[in-house]
């Protein structure tokens, strides 16, 4: 069994919705169950900023599955979610209804074609630190050290939970 930490986003549609319904959706997951889900984080967008801000969390899912397993599904619960992936990856940083990435597996170092654990970009990514240190503020990235280190290099800017009453 592993914990892996997913990170979840959606500025499209719904977006409060398409994260819960991904949440239950983790859950189902054969051989795995969500442990815990960090808050609904708004957060400015990253990368390509000409585009509506973000609803972010992070789940902790307990697994049995592969990595590449998990993967196979997260992409799959993306897809469910209207997600569609350009085989040119132009879309990368553009708007989406739902984006799931594995940021934790464990303690894995992981470097597969189209899977990288951690995430390669998680100790950049305050958006994806702060709700991970919510859930796991213990949280380290190998190779790196102490999430919250990443985090205080960075810090928080505009990441604001949602209040409760916007869910």
């Known amino acids: 069994m592993q914990t892996a930490y997913i990170g979840l986003g959606s500025n499209l549609g719904d977006s409060a919705a398409v994260l819960r319904a991904a949440l239950r959706s983790l859950d189902g997951l054969p051989r795995s169950r969500l442990r815990r889900a960090s808050q609904l984080y708004r957060t400015p967008a990253w990368g ?3 585009q509506p801000d973000f609803l972010n969390a992070v789940a902790a899912l307990d697994t049995e599955l592969p990595a590449q397993e998990l993967l ?3 992409l799959e619960i993306e897809r469910e979610a209207g997600r569609s992936r ?3 990856r132009s879309d990368r940083w553009g708007p989406r209804t ?3 990435d594995l940021l934790l597996y ?3 170092t992981i470097e597969a074609p189209g899977l990288h654990v951690p995430h390669p970009h998680l100790h950049e990514r305050a958006f994806a630190l702060v709700p991970l240190l919510e859930i ?3 949280a380290r990235i190998p190779g790196l050290g102490a999430a ?3 985090l205080a290099q960075l810090g928080a800017g505009d990441i604001r939970p949602l209040p ?3 869910l």
Do not use: S
Request: aromatic residues 0%; proline residues 4%; hydrophobic residues 40%.
């Open 98 to 100: 739902l984006d799931l």
């Open 48 to 50: 390509r900023t000409d």
């Open 86 to 88: 350009l085989a040119d």
């Open 72 to 74: 196979a599904a997260m």
């Open 164 to 166: 409760a009453d916007d």
């Open 148 to 150: 919250r280190d990443c």
């Open 136 to 138: 796991a503020p213990d």
């Open 106 to 108: 464990g303690e894995a």
